[in-house]
């Protein structure tokens, strides 16, 4: 058994940060009943899954919007088809704490007891437990890698099983719920009526079944799933078991957001038939007509040419640790910018190279722009009012396309439109370097730019990164010729040659600076994470400790051995 009954009270800390909840207002019989929320308009509208068009954003408040997202089952390595989605989800919390002025709580689940985490534990002869663990932790590696923002909280299906279990035992009580003979619990999908398939648009049809299903009807979905042989479980009212899949979001949402979600986050897989059950489960649980307000997809990350979505399944992926070997996270950011956080999207070598490019024309023209302003580079007059206007019709135009939709596409177009302009007035300034200057409409360009860029995760002050150039290969061969030079100075050091008793003592005294180098620089190394080690060893005829180090260099695992990057979890 993996854990026992133990309550969370970061959920309930979390949600009472939150305050009370403000009421709702209908907005008339489009989008299946859709109710209009009450509360602070950010001034975004937004495609929401739940109407099929875009509505105003409005959350709870504006200092404490929540959002749920889905996190990841974690019994492999994450791969690019995730990492585009938790990019494009990162982007738009960030534009819409620093461009709207709204505060997100977010929280995400983390699925660490699965029927994957169990069937691959068994294959490498761990625990579930252990397994999962591992893979979390990789997985948050992955996650700072590529500057997404870590939520507010990560809430593990583990660490609240009681409370699951108490989310399920009131929908029983609700009629909405029924426990088998063979101690399974399922949600009653008929009890729902018509109320279920608000993303779907409809209920789903028989299923095929196994012969021995103990369902009464062939399209409910398990709750609790009764204790298999060599598998982890809990104890329950029903028996020994553990939760279902859609079950653990609706409680860990409702432990910490209570009955009124403003945003759901996923890919679009997730809709249905996931996020659908999290809608009947939530609303019967809570007895209320609407818990989640606005429901966001991002679409799949393809394979170009094959049309096909990346992930383990298809055997089609790149790990996000492959990936980084080779290319920034800014250019995958900018990469990810340059669609709609709704429509799927071709991964290429060229999307990839474009993305760079831009990347590095931005970079230069930030630092031909800084450095007209410091005077650094030959240029004289320059077409200021045309400039000014230019910038003003910038900023305009990006706060238009993100309040639409979260449109990166129109908002990063406007901006290397900007930056087009910017060259062509350094360029004529350059070829006429006489004359007035007019450095400050440049330094307002650049400030823009660069808080653009900022804004959305990218640091244009970064280098970035040319395949190879940057890779834990190159800094490995560096590491090693630094220390090897390091050795062959100490060894010099110590060295006393044939020199009789006195004078070998002068020599050394001389050559004491380089030793104090040698150890200051192995000082300074240990700070990176990089150890090098020295013993001791015996010579001379007469078999007397000599206390010149044999050097050995070794590095740390962080250095020498990262975590294997073979498969990618799904």
């Known amino acids: 058994m993996l854990g026992t009954r133990r309550v969370c009270a970061a959920g309930w800390l979390l949600r009472a940060a939150l305050g009370p909840e403000p009421g709702r207002s209908a907005s008339g019989a489009r989008g299946q009943g859709w109710l209009q929320p009450a509360g602070y308009d950010t001034g975004v509208k ?120 108490t989310f399920i035992e009131r929908l029983i009580a609700n009629g909405h719920a029924y426990c088998t003979a063979k101690g399974n619990v399922y949600f009653d999908l008929r009890s729902r009526g018509d109320r279920y398939g608000k993303l779907a648009g409809v209920a789903p049809g028989p299923a095929g079944e196994p012969v021995d299903s103990d369902k ?70 809570h007895q209320c007509p609407q818990w989640g307000n606005y429901f966001l997809h991002s679409g799949h990350l393809h394979v170009k040419g094959g049309g096909e979505k990346m992930s383990k399944s298809l055997k089609n992926y790149i790990t996000i640790k492959d990936f980084l070997r080779s290319a920034s996270p800014d250019v995958f950011r900018l990469f990810c910018l340059r669609s709609s956080y709704r429509s799927a999207i071709d991964y290429s070598e060229g999307a990839l190279l474009e993305a760079r490019r831009l990347l590095r024309a931005t970079a230069a023209f930030v630092e031909d722009a800084r450095a007209y302003v410091r005077g650094q580079l030959a240029g004289g007059p320059i077409q200021e009012d045309v400039l000014w206007e230019r910038l003003g019709h910038t900023k305009a135009a990006v706060q238009a396309a993100l309040a639409d939709d979260f449109d990166t596409v129109r908002a990063v177009d406007a901006v290397m439109d900007l930056v087009h302009h910017g060259n062509r007035q350094l360029k004529a300034a350059a070829e006429e370097p006489r004359g007035a200057r007019s450095p400050a409409v440049l330094g307002a360009i650049v400030a823009s730019v660069e808080q653009f860029f900022e804004t959305v995760g990218i640091s244009l002050a970064e280098r970035q990164c040319v395949p190879g150039a940057g890779s834990p290969a190159a800094l490995h061969s560096l590491v090693e010729e630094l220390v090897r030079f390091r050795l062959k100075v100490r060894q010099f050091a110590l060295a006393s040659g044939e020199a009789p008793g006195e004078a070998r003592q002068q020599r050394l005294l001389e050559r004491q600076p380089l030793l104090e180098a040698c150890d200051t620089l192995r000082r300074d190394l240990a700070v990176h994470g990089i150890s090098i080690k020295e013993r001791l060893v015996h010579v001379g005829a007469a078999g007397s400790e000599d206390r010149r180090p044999q050097t050995q260099e070794l590095r740390t695992a962080t250095v020498l051995r990262p975590l294997s990057h073979s498969k990618a979890f799904m």
């Not at 490498?124 to 948050?140: H, I, N």
């Not at 009212?237 to 432990?255: D, K, M, V, Y």
């Open 216 to 285: 009464r009807h062939a399209s409910d979905f398990a709750l609790w799933k009764a204790a298999k042989p060599q598998e982890p479980f809990w104890g329950s009212p029903w028996g020994n078991g553990r939760p279902g899949w859609h079950i653990e979001c609706s409680t860990i949402a409702s432990l910490v957001f209570g009955s009124r979600l403003d945003i759901h986050s996923g890919g679009m897989d997730l809709a249905f038939p996931h996020h659908e059950n999290e809608i009947a489960q939530c609303e019967a649980f």
């Open 46 to 165: 937004v495609y929401n899954s739940l109407t099929r068009r875009k509505d105003p954003l409005i959350v709870s408040r504006a200092d404490a919007a929540s959002w749920y997202s889905c996190g990841p089952t974690v019994y492999d390595h994450a791969h690019l088809g995730h990492a585009c989605s938790y990019v494009r989800f990162d982007i738009i919390r960030r534009i819409l704490t620093r461009v709207f002025g709204c505060n997100v709580v977010m929280v995400m689940g983390i699925t660490d007891v699965d029927d994957k985490i169990i069937r691959r534990a068994n294959e490498m002869s761990v625990s579930p437990a252990s397994l999962a663990r591992l893979y979390e932790e990789d997985f948050k590696q992955d996650m700072a890698a590529l500057k997404v923002l870590p939520p507010t909280a990560y809430l593990r299906v583990t660490e609240h099983v009681p409370q699951i279990i």
